[in-house]
């Protein structure tokens, strides 16, 4: 593969053969407390491995499956809590925006904007985060074929904006099925973006709960192995002290507890990858 452009979160540095970076938090923030008592958690592990961290949690689940699902603490109340995690614990922030309007809130706290997977083919939203000139994860979404991500791609950088990630989150696979197609990674790192692996929502089972999405953690950290192995330049995890407590992509989310280990894993294996690619 090709090399990549370097993206610049802070002082970390995403891409262009540096050490992986990881993407992790919450899926969704469920209270100032328990966000903050993850954040620092999360930054005490990656510290002692001397690996990067963004911190990554959502305002708002506007995609739910039931009128019930639980949404969070809305854009407003939500970017005072990543605020305050940026403020507290030290480390950048990175959340989802769902309308040109929130982009106008979300630019002045988050680190790093994100494109969720349902919403990449929304030309106004992603010309909108484009041009807060903020770094832009961008979802790949379970409907779009890697190759064609490149006129995502192409929005962002018609705005001027070369901060551009691109995450893999899984293929829809007939009815509530995802699959991983490693293909992927190289083909999307080929347009000479950072390349990022969800290893969290792409074991994800959407929709096959009841009214809500199911998952099986079971395989988060072979496929986390996997798409180190491929080379990434991100990886990204939703990660809860009590995944079967939380209150939103829990059956697809990694313990705290198991996040260590995991990490240590994914240390050896981007070290040695990352002399090949």
Known sequence: MNKVKIVKVGDIKIGGGNPVVIIAGPCVIEGE???LRTAYKLKEITQKLGMSLIF???????????????????VDEGLKILQKIKDKVGIPVLSDVHTVEEVKKAKNVLDVIQIPAF??????????????????NVKKGQFIAPWDVIHIVEKIRSTG????????RGTTFGYNQLVNDMRS??????????????????????????????GDARFIPYLAR??????IDALFMEVHENPKHA?????????LEKFPYILDQIKKIDLLIKEFI
């Open 161 to 168: 904006n070369e901060q551009i990630l691109l995450t893999e």
């Open 247 to 255: 209150l939103c992509d829990g059956m697809n989310s990694l313990s």
């Open 56 to 74: 990554k949690s959502s305002y708002d689940k506007a995609n739910r499956t039931s009128i019930s699902g639980f949404r969070g603490p809305g």
């Open 33 to 35: 407390d328990i966000t």
């Open 226 to 231: 996997a798409a180190v192995a491929v080379g």
């Open 119 to 136: 919403l990449c083919r929304q030309t106004d939203l992603i010309v909108a985060a484009g041009k807060s000139q903020k770094p832009i």
């Open 185 to 214: 990674l190289p083909i999307m790192r080929d347009f000479g973006y950072p390349v990022v692996y969800d290893a969290t929502h792409s074991v994800q089972m959407p929709s096959a709960g009841d009214a809500c999405s199911s």
